[in-house]
């Protein structure tokens, strides 16, 4: 059906928007450090909303993963866990480049290797690239790419023209960066590798919501790492007290951080949520998912930013440079969607 990338965009959409969202609420919590929101996130974002989804939408779940082969389990829950890893080398490299520059070249690292590694795994590269609308998909993508490096470009003269970061470094930041994103591809290879447990569950009935039965594996890798990682900071650095009653904050203050950091990490699940809606209904181009997600969550980031007056003080010449790579990304999203309605199974 010629409307199945359409509505599958649509859905990859709303999953770029929570995507850009999901970090917003730490601004909110009171007297908390960035360890203390992550660890509460993690555990909602990696643990509790995957395993409840997966629970509500995918007939005989727990069946399911017991049943799958013991390999397709350990290597999805492997790979997720390297992306754990990117997740903390992004946070670092924020600290030295900036947040423009960081998400610009971890996305467009992440956005090319995640799409192309799997076909090429596969051996389907040639394959997939062969079907009609192959070549309109193609340019939709790299148009996209275009649009992601130029929103990077005029991130960084925002940054530059307001003070941006003050302990830059851009070597450090740079590989920092570059680990970042090739880890975060790594997440699309382990939902990949999962795929065959998502194919039990469609043969349960899952429908659309095959995907839920696959992300819990990929999501326990990464909140392994995480939680890991986080608890031995948060000992060294003593933070644990901030996160219990009668630490100099309100009950109802403490209560309002655990929920900000729960939505947080809820908002973060909720795009791969939409995201496995959004492909499988991508037609023979369900390869292009990565990328459209990679791109929607740089256009939003980026949108949301605007709204929340953040562009206000910079100069007309890189709003403009802002406005024009929006413009790009939303042309390459008509195309890529275009080309995959000629190539609907």
């Given at each position: 059906m010629?409307?199945?990338?359409?509505?599958?965009?649509?859905?990859?959409?709303?999953?770029?928007?929570?995507?850009?969202?999901?970090?917003?609420?730490?601004?909110?919590?009171?007297?908390?450090?960035?360890?203390?929101?992550?660890?509460?996130?993690?555990?909602?974002?990696?643990?509790?909303?995957?395993?409840?989804?997966?629970?509500?939408?995918?007939?005989?779940?727990?069946?399911?993963?017991?049943?799958s082969?013991?390999?397709?389990?350990?290597?999805?829950?492997?790979?997720?866990?390297?992306?754990?890893?990117?997740?903390?080398?992004?946070?670092?490299?924020?600290?030295?480049?900036?947040?423009?520059?960081?998400y610009?070249?971890?996305?467009?690292?992440?956005?090319?290797?995640?799409?192309?590694?799997?076909?090429?795994?596969?051996?389907k590269?040639?394959?997939y690239?062969?079907?009609?609308?192959?070549?309109?998909?193609?340019?939709?993508?790299?148009?996209?790419?275009?649009?992601?490096?130029?929103?990077?470009?005029?991130?960084?003269?925002?940054?530059?023209?307001?003070?941006?970061?003050?302990?830059?470094?851009?070597?450090?930041?740079?590989?920092?960066?570059?680990?970042?994103?090739?880890?975060?591809?790594v997440?699309?290879?382990?939902?990949?590798?999962?795929?065959?447990?998502?194919?039990?569950?469609?043969?349960?009935?899952?429908?659309?919501?095959?995907?839920?039965?696959?992300?819990?594996?990929?999501?326990?890798?990464?909140?392994?790492?995480?939680v890991?990682?986080?608890?031995?900071?948060?000992?060294?650095?003593?933070?644990?007290?901030?996160?219990?009653?009668?630490n100099?904050?309100?009950?109802?203050?403490?209560?309002?951080?655990?929920?900000?950091?729960?939505?947080?990490?809820?908002?973060?699940?909720?795009?791969?949520?939409?995201?496995?809606?959004?492909?499988?209904?991508?037609?023979?181009?369900?390869?292009?998912?990565?990328?459209?997600?990679?791109?929607?969550?740089i256009?939003?980031?980026?949108?949301?930013?605007?709204?929340?007056?953040?562009?206000?003080?910079?100069?007309?010449?890189?709003?403009?440079?802002?406005?024009?790579?929006?413009a790009?990304?939303?042309?390459?999203?008509?195309?890529?969607?275009?080309?995959?309605t000629?190539?609907?199974?």
């Amino acid at each position: 059906m010629i409307l199945g990338p359409i509505f599958g965009t649509g859905l990859h959409a709303i999953g770029g928007m929570a995507a850009s969202t999901c970090y917003t609420p730490f601004e909110k919590t009171k007297q908390w450090s960035w360890v203390s929101f992550w660890l509460v996130q993690a555990v909602f974002a990696w643990l509790l909303v995957p395993l409840i989804l997966g629970i509500l939408t995918v007939p005989d779940f727990f069946t399911i993963l017991q049943n799958s082969s013991p390999n397709v389990v350990l290597g999805a829950f492997l790979l997720g866990g390297l992306y754990g890893f990117g997740g903390m080398s992004f946070g670092m490299a924020i600290t030295h480049i900036g947040y423009s520059l960081t998400y610009t070249i971890s996305i467009g690292i992440s956005a090319v290797l995640g799409t192309i590694i799997p076909l090429m795994i596969n051996g389907k590269l040639v394959e997939y690239f062969s079907k009609p609308g192959a070549d309109i998909v193609l340019g939709g993508m790299l148009l996209s790419i275009i649009g992601v490096i130029v929103c990077g470009w005029a991130g960084f003269r925002k940054d530059k023209e307001l003070g941006g970061t003050t302990n830059f470094n851009m070597a450090t930041g740079l590989i920092l960066t570059i680990i970042a994103g090739v880890l975060s591809a790594v997440f699309n290879i382990s939902l990949e590798f999962g795929q065959p447990i998502a194919d039990m569950a469609a043969d349960k009935g899952a429908g659309v919501f095959e995907g839920n039965a696959k992300l819990i594996v990929s999501t326990a890798g990464c909140f392994v790492v995480n939680v890991v990682w986080f608890t031995v900071l948060g000992f060294k650095r003593n933070t644990f007290k901030e996160m219990m009653p009668n630490n100099g904050l309100g009950n109802g203050d403490l209560v309002k951080n655990y929920t900000l950091s729960g939505l947080a990490g809820t908002l973060w699940c909720m795009q791969f949520f939409f995201y496995g809606l959004g492909h499988v209904n991508m037609g023979d181009f369900q390869f292009i998912s990565w990328v459209l997600h990679m791109s929607m969550l740089i256009f939003f980031s980026f949108l949301v930013g605007v709204f929340m007056k953040e562009w206000k003080e910079v100069s007309k010449s890189t709003f403009r440079l802002l406005i024009i790579a929006l413009a790009v990304l939303c042309i390459s999203f008509v195309i890529i969607t275009y080309g995959s309605t000629n190539g609907v199974a």
